[in-house]
């Protein structure tokens, strides 16, 4: 097959770099890009939407997408992230256009369900599934009114819904504080969490409607982020039957083939922390011994062609 792979950057990301190397070890022909280096054109009554300098993606057999964060953007002494959903447009438009033309794409299935990828519209459809969610609230005014603090006793949690890999993650204990996330942020845009005193969670990974394995991630001392990519302990677990259920039902509510489901437990309940389309697994090779990009690569293989011998 001829595969494209669209991701940050030319330096050796670890994700990017294995899944590559395995599909060629596998005899496929893979081609790299970077999301800055995509160029969308419009005419009358045609789109295209090919690399500078290089093919229409019209031209591959499969696609696969790594997150579409970009590279940090330096302003003076501050780094800025870019809004993942701003970027998470053009991952749209991408799946839109090489179905079009025969061409799949990597969680295709994904925009049907997640038009927007973000917590927000995450939280909405897990919640209406009936999934167990730690309890959040999400005000869209500038000023939260009093009343809004009193879902939860300090301390309590915010979340850009936007963020990601636990960044713009805050563990709140008075009300100003708030109020200055609210001015650097902008309304609607802050999710008010619960506070659950844990310092465990777990990262399960889906391919395919199967679970592949899953570990432990513990915060480092004196830290509440349990992110490998922040400082977090990696362990393997095996996993438990309820926690095999609600991975592969958060991964099938959004369309997910391929997902890293997060899952907490506090006072022996389970609460579904998010759903990661795009997710690193670094951590997880190091806890499991898992090869992913073998379990991805053998998924998509498969899957193409079947599909292909369906005619689309």
């Known amino acids: 097959m001829k595969i494209l792979l669209i991701g940050l950057s030319r330096s050796k990301i670890y994700e990017s770099q294995n899944t590559i190397e395995e599909l060629k070890k ?35 057999d499969y696609i696969i997408c790594r997150s579409p964060i970009p590279i940090t953007v330096k302003k003076g002494k501050f780094i800025k992230y870019r809004a993942l959903s701003k970027m998470y447009r053009h991952f749209l438009l991408i799946v839109d256009y090489a179905n079009k033309y ?46 809004v603090y009193k879902f939860f006793s300090f301390p309590y949690i915010v979340k850009n819904i936007e963020g ?22 902008g309304f609607g845009r802050l999710m008010i969490q619960k506070y659950l005193p844990i310092k465990e969670d777990y990262r ?6 199967k679970i592949i ?21 990696v362990e393997k677990i095996k996993v438990e039957k309820v926690l095999k259920k609600l991975a592969l039902k958060a991964a099938k509510i959004v369309n997910a083939e391929f997902a890293g489901v997060d899952i907490i437990k506090y006072k022996n309940k389970y609460y579904i922390l998010e759903v990661n389309i795009f997710p690193g697994f670094q951590g997880f090779e190091q806890a499991t011994k898992i090869n992913i990009p073998k379990k991805l690569a053998s998924y998509i293989e498969r899957k193409y062609l079947n599909q292909q011998a369906k005619g689309f």
Do not use: C
């Open 213 to 233: 394995g899953g570990m432990k991630r513990i915060a480092p001392s004196g830290g509440f982020k349990t992110n490998f990519s922040a400082g977090g302990f």
């Open 26 to 60: 596998r005899g496929h022909s893979v081609k790299f890009v970077l999301w800055r280096e995509l160029i969308f054109q419009f005419y009358k009554k045609e789109v295209q939407i090919r690399k500078k300098q290089g093919k229409d993606l019209r031209y591959y």
């Open 204 to 209: 399960i990974i889906v391919i395919g409607n």
């Open 164 to 185: 990601s890999k636990g960044r713009e993650v805050y563990k709140i204990t008075d009300i100003e504080q708030i109020r200055g996330l609210i001015k650097k942020y």
């Open 102 to 147: 025969g061409v799949h794409v990597l969680n295709e299935g994904v925009i049907k369900r997640l038009p927007h990828y973000d917590k927000l519209f995450q939280y909405y459809q897990l919640s209406k599934a009936g999934l167990p969610l730690v309890p959040s609230v999400l005000y869209t005014g500038t000023k939260v009114p009093v009343s």
